[in-house]
């Protein structure tokens, strides 16, 4: 089944404690990016990655980093978790960028 | 940067109605998608519609590029229609395929 996949969905930890949510595309998909979603503010986007190797800053990229090694796996990393960084997390691909977009069933992160 | 609103905010429906949504955006874009939240939080695409009309059963939409706004048309709505609708467009001048999302559309269809 082609499909987004996200872990963990739910993550509750301390501030600093350094996290990382994996995303995992099985559709042979070019581009993948990741979103956070906030009351009030919607969704927005933290990095997007075009390509192997290629990454690129979204609207609210402070306090994430992200890697693209290979073409199915984008993790999101917070080095240090801050409790404004709670929010629930999605991670999405499309075959190029400028395409349908799938995502994942996303994380709900508690920053304690 | 570009600036992406979408109307009705809010939005009760009684099954079997019909509705339109309407997503305006400041600038010119590059795409145009449609997505429904549902009340699970599942973030399931529609269309994806830089110009133009598609439809897909009861949902159809219409991009209208030159104007700056898109519709989204729901028939005969049914209780699995309610969550949240989006519109999120790519913004043509910048460099990078960046997304933007419009604050959506709650709507909840009532037996």
């Known amino acids: 089944e082609a499909q987004v996949t996200q872990n963990p969905r739910y993550l509750i930890t301390v501030t600093g404690k350094k996290l990382t949510v994996t995303c995992s595309q099985n559709m042979n998909h070019e581009y993948m990016s990741w979103y956070r979603q906030d009351p009030g503010l919607g969704l927005r986007q933290i990095y997007y990655s075009m390509n192997v190797e290629v990454t690129d800053k979204g609207d609210v990229p402070e306090g994430y980093k992200v890697s693209r090694k290979e073409k199915r796996n984008f993790p999101l990393i917070l080095e240090s978790p801050s409790p404004n960084q709670t929010s629930l997390y999605f991670c999405?691909?499309?075959?190029?960028?400028?395409?349908?977009?799938?995502f994942g069933p996303g994380t709900r992160l508690l920053v304690l | 940067g570009i600036q992406v609103e979408q109307s009705p905010p809010d939005l009760i429906l009684q099954e079997g109605a019909n509705s339109t949504l309407r997503c305006n955006f400041s600038?010119?874009?590059?795409?145009l998608q449609w997505f429904h939240q549902n009340p699970w939080g599942q973030l399931i695409n529609l269309f994806y519609?830089?110009?133009g009309t598609k439809q897909n059963g009861r949902l159809s939409a219409t991009t209208v590029a030159t104007e700056r706004y898109s519709l989204l048309y729901i028939s005969s709505s049914q209780t699995t229609d309610s969550g949240v609708y989006f519109c999120a467009v790519e913004p043509r001048k910048t460099s990078y395929d960046k997304v933007i999302f419009g604050p959506g559309t709650s709507l909840s269809v009532i037996p």
């Open positions: 999405a691909s499309s075959l190029w960028a400028r395409e349908t977009q799938y």
């Open positions: 600038d010119s874009v590059n795409n």
């Open positions: 519609i830089p110009s």
